[in-house]
């Protein structure tokens, strides 16, 4: 096993010739208004077929949203040699119970799949947990960045 000193993020990009992943490189090391930046430009690059191989290698981690396209659920596969990937559902309103009471809420359904060689089930689900606590509380974002 190879461990790495950085996070590469994968951003899987609909484009008009399919599918394209290209890499966020060092987010680890980046604020969120950076990270941003940087997603929107490597985005449409590959919408404009001007990425480089190069530009689509050496990944971390993935992140997938079939919600964009209305899909509700997935099983994300692993780009190997990445350890993970997180897809994102479709944003819906959904009744919930909230202090004994109905309530609509926007729910957001999050999917990850994970390479059990080397992460285990309860770490991935801490993961997870964090990444709900900040799409619930997106100031903590700007506090972290």
């Known amino acids: 096993m190879i461990f790495k000193d950085y996070v590469h993020i994968g951003v899987a990009v ?16 980046k604020g969120l208004m950076t990270i941003s930046k940087e997603m929107k430009e490597i985005a449409d690059k590959a919408r404009e077929f001007k990425l480089a191989i190069d530009d689509m290698r050496g990944g971390t981690f993935t992140v997938t949203n079939v919600g964009s396209l209305g899909g509700t659920f997935s099983t994300p596969i692993i780009n190997y040699p990445e ?54 509380n997106p100031l903590n974002l700007l506090l972290a960045s």
Not at 14 to 29: E, F, N, Q, T
């Open 14 to 29: 609909d484009s008009p010739k399919g599918l394209m992943v290209p890499v966020l490189r060092d987010a680890d090391r």
């Open 83 to 136: 350890v993970a990937i997180l897809g994102m559902g479709k944003l819906m309103e959904k009744p919930v119970v909230k202090n004994g009471q109905i309530v609509v809420r926007k729910m957001l359904p999050l999917f990850l799949s994970f390479d059990h060689r080397v992460v285990d089930g309860a770490d991935s689900a801490r993961f997870c947990r964090t990444i709900i606590n900040f799409l619930e």
